[in-house]
Each structure stands twice: as structure tokens, then as C-alpha cells.
T-cell receptor, first 112, second 115 residues
């Protein structure tokens, strides 16, 4: 069935380090893909998105490329900041958008 | 102006009680959702409503009863609360339409603690 697999956390990095959070998916067709971020004590908010193969979504220095051949949508950032500490969710909308499957979430800690 | 709001933010209650959580969105969206997030941050959809009609019910126990009086509101009533219902409940809204990119907007969450 449809699924999203995300790398397990927590991930602990020093400020200015490079970040990669892996995400792979299983789905029929070519769905849109999303990354959401949840800061402590808050709801999720959209970080970036891609609607078709080879699309690159980007926002706030984060990037992710929709790779159809590897069914992946890995999140990257070249230089993390303490303020990036949060939980990151890869998401796969299904059923015409009425149902979204979220990955298990990856908690990121960035140390000063 | 808050886009998606939920009340209350915190709810502490005893087993067996009945409680409700309210959600309102002012984004003009057609679809609203309820999610449950457990202590490990795992997020699972419970219900989705489109134009006040139930679209998705993810095998949630029938102690949980959503109600949508209009497109802007989706409330969640929980009967006979159990310890396992302790979680953070999020409301969200969006407007899915074909291939359009339909991001969801989330409320701040309601932390329910059942003792």
C-alpha cells in the first residue's frame, strides 16, 4: 500500500553543519510531495513542496528534489542554525488530497 | 488573524468523561481534518470533511464523533475517555482539487490528558 518512510531521529548537529533527512515513498501514480516542520509547542507548517518528477522545492535555505526513479524526496540544508531545531515530516497526499500520510517525523537538534 | 484556531489548548480530564474540542478556520477552505499525534510525534489522520460531509474515517473508535456545522467549523466530541486517548489533537484545513498542490494549514493543537 501507500507509505512514507523517513529516517529515524533524533539528528543532532552543530550550527553550520550540513543536513540531510531521507524520505522515500510508495504510491501509485505521481503524487505531490511535501515537507512540513513542527516547532516546539506548535502545529505543523508547510516547509516546501514539489508537484512532479524532478521538481525542486525550496524555502528558508531548505531544498528537496522529487526523484521518481528512486521514489525519494530527501530534505537538505547546507548550513543549519539553532533556530532550525524542530521535527520534520515528509508527507504524501492521497485520495484526491482528502488523506495525507505523514512520515514518522525526524527530530533535529542544532547545537550552538 | 489566526487562520486555524482550536479550543481549548489544554484539556485534562478523568477516564470515562466526555469532552469536546472545537476548530474554526477563516481561510475559506472546503476541507477540514482531525489528526492525532502521539507522544512519539507520530501523526495519524482521523477524519476529513469536505463541505460538511465526512470523506475519510480512518477506523477511529465510534467514541469519537466529529461534527461539521458549516464549512468553517469542525468539532470533535469524545465519549467515555480512555487513557490511550491522551495525545495532541490537531485540526487542519485545505482545498484539495485535482492536481493542484493542496497544502494543509494546521491549528496549534489541543493537548488532551486523560488521568
Amino acid at each position: 500500500g501507500d507509505s512514507v518512510t523517513q529516517m529515524e531521529g533524533p539528528v543532532t548537529l552543530s550550527e553550520e553543519a550540513f543536513l540531510t533527512i531521507n524520505c522515500t515513498y510508495t504510491a501509485t501514480g505521481y503524487p505531490s510531495l511535501f515537507w512540513y516542520v513542527q516547532y516546539p509547542g506548535e502545529g505543523l507548517q508547510l516547509l516546501l513542496k514539489a508537484t512532479k518528477a524532478d521538481d525542486k522545492g525550496s524555502n528558508k535555505g531548505f531544498e528537496a528534489t522529487y526523484r521518481k526513479e528512486t521514489t525519494s524526496f530527501h530534505l537538505e540544508k547546507g548550513s543549519v542554525q539553532v533556530s532550525d531545531s524542530a521535527v520534520y515530516f515528509c508527507a504524501l497526499p492521497l485520495a484526491g488530497g482528502f488523506k495525507t500520510i505523514f512520515g514518522a517525523g525526524t527530530r533535529l537538534f542544532v547545537k550552538a | 488573524d489566526t487562520a486555524v484556531s482550536q479550543t481549548p489548548k489544554y484539556l485534562v480530564t478523568q477516564m470515562g468523561n466526555d469532552k469536546s474540542i472545537k476548530c474554526e478556520q477563516n481561510l475559506g477552505h472546503d476541507t477540514m481534518y482531525w489528526y492525532k499525534q502521539d507522544s512519539k510525534k507520530f501523526l495519524k489522520i482521523m477524519f476529513s470533511y469536505n463541505n460538511k460531509e465526512l470523506i475519510i474515517n480512518e477506523t477511529v473508535p465510534n467514541r469519537f464523533s466529529p461534527k461539521s456545522p458549516d464549512k468553517a467549523h469542525l468539532n470533535l466530541h469524545i465519549n467515555s475517555l480512555e487513557l490511550g486517548d491522551s495525545a495532541v489533537y490537531f485540526c487542519a484545513s485545505s482545498s484539495p482539487s485535482g492536481r493542484a498542490v493542496y497544502e494543509q494549514y494546521f491549528g496549534p493543537g489541543t493537548r488532551l490528558t486523560v488521568t
